[in-house]
């Protein structure tokens, strides 16, 4: 990798053929730790993509008032879950940070001022998914927050900002679930892979529809696309890392899907490829 240091507004990533883009639909914290489809659909997906200088993850489990980006040189691991077995809870993932790339991700984004965080860290939906990855944990990883006071357009037009780092050898990645309606999960159902409740189906297919014909526009306007979506989403924050990725896309990109099943009712795992 190219470097160049001590030059006022110098990148230390070098050019690089431009990375893919991401949207991992990341599901249970239980998946750090147990095997199934989808942890193998995450390994698979990181043996085959090049291996990037460093990770920027958009996840659904940071939300902040203005947006913040990590910038410390090691961040920690961040159990945000309850009610788990104490196994998950002593997982690390030691990936270093990268105060450098947080610094150029804050000079490249002028939606919004970007504050330099030194607290956060990295939380599951960051850590649960790179640790099927990366599990030697040795790509420098930022995470982005979601400023929840901004509508869905402006998390769009944020995403495209980033889309220089893509050419620095960057891999970006939102981390949420298409569906994700926890109120509604059947958890007897746990470990059933592929079951759906109707609406549920029925939002996921709509949304595949519009992310495969690039109708960004009505997944913008995800408000407007009736009862399916409204049980899909109850809240924005597994949806609006998605549009950070679509804002990425450039045109005759190809896209691809994985991991594409419901589990639990009321949650899809479908995961996203660009370029």
Same mark, same amino acid.
Not at 226 to 253: Q, S
């Given at each position: 990798?190219?470097?160049?240091?001590?030059?006022?507004?110098?990148?230390?990533?070098?050019s690089?053929?431009?990375?893919?883009?991401?949207?991992i639909?990341?599901?249970?914290?239980?998946?750090?730790?147990?095997?199934?489809?989808?942890?193998?659909?995450?390994r698979?997906?990181?043996?085959?993509?090049?291996k990037?200088?460093?990770?920027?993850?958009?996840?659904a489990?940071?939300?902040?008032?203005?947006?913040?980006?990590?910038?410390?040189?090691?961040?920690?691991?961040?159990?945000?879950?309850?009610?788990?077995?104490?196994?998950l809870?002593?997982?690390?993932?030691?990936?270093?940070?990268?105060?450098d790339?947080?610094?150029?991700?804050?000079?490249?984004i002028?939606?919004?001022?970007?504050?330099?965080?030194?607290?956060?860290?990295?939380?599951?939906?960051?850590? !649960?998914?790179?640790?099927?990855?990366?599990? +030697?944990?040795?790509? $420098?990883?930022?995470? %982005?927050? @979601?400023? /929840?006071?901004?509508?869905?357009?402006?998390?769009?037009?944020?995403?495209?900002e980033l889309?220089?780092?893509?050419?620095?050898?960057?891999?970006?990645?939102?981390?949420?679930?298409l569906?994700?309606?926890?109120?509604?999960?059947?958890w007897?159902?746990?470990?059933?892979?592929g079951?759906?409740l109707?609406?549920?189906i029925?939002a996921?297919?709509?949304?595949?529809?519009?992310?495969?014909?690039?109708?960004?526009?009505?997944?913008?306007?995800?408000? !407007?696309?009736?009862k399916?979506?409204?049980? +899909?989403?109850?809240? $924005?924050?597994?949806? %609006?890392? @998605?549009? /950070?990725?679509?804002?990425?896309?450039?045109?005759?990109?190809?896209?691809?899907?994985?991991?594409?099943?419901?589990?639990?009712?009321?949650?899809?795992?479908?995961?996203?490829?660009?370029?």
């Amino acid at each position: 990798m190219e470097q160049s240091f001590g030059i006022p507004g110098s990148s230390s990533f070098g050019s690089t053929e431009q990375m893919p883009v991401l949207f991992i639909g990341h599901g249970s914290p239980m998946n750090a730790i147990e095997e199934n489809e989808f942890t193998e659909g995450w390994r698979l997906i990181g043996r085959t993509l090049p291996k990037p200088n460093a990770v920027l993850c958009v996840s659904a489990h940071w939300e902040t008032r203005g947006t913040q980006v990590t910038a410390m040189e090691k961040p920690r691991t961040i159990h945000d879950f309850g009610g788990f077995p104490q196994e998950l809870f002593e997982v690390q993932y030691p990936a270093p940070g990268s105060p450098d790339l947080a610094k150029e991700t804050r000079e490249i984004i002028h939606k919004a001022e970007v504050s330099l965080d030194e607290r956060w860290g990295l939380d599951h939906g960051c850590w !649960s998914v790179l640790k099927r990855m990366y599990p +030697a944990a040795d790509v $420098p990883v930022i995470q %982005l927050s @979601l400023d /929840y006071t901004r509508d869905a357009q402006f998390h769009y037009d944020l995403g495209k900002e980033l889309s220089a780092l893509r050419k620095k050898g960057i891999l970006i990645i939102g981390s949420g679930n298409l569906v994700h309606n926890l109120r509604l999960v059947d958890w007897n159902r746990m470990y059933e892979t592929g079951f759906g409740l109707d609406w549920a189906i029925e939002a996921n297919e709509k949304m595949k529809k519009f992310i495969l014909a690039n109708e960004h526009k009505s997944l913008i306007d995800f408000r !407007s696309q009736g009862k399916a979506f409204d049980l +899909a989403i109850p809240t $924005p924050e597994h949806f %609006l890392p @998605l549009l /950070y990725v679509l804002g990425l896309k450039e045109e005759n990109e190809k896209i691809e899907l994985f991991n594409d099943k419901p589990v639990m009712g009321s949650l899809t795992m479908t995961s996203v490829k660009i370029g």
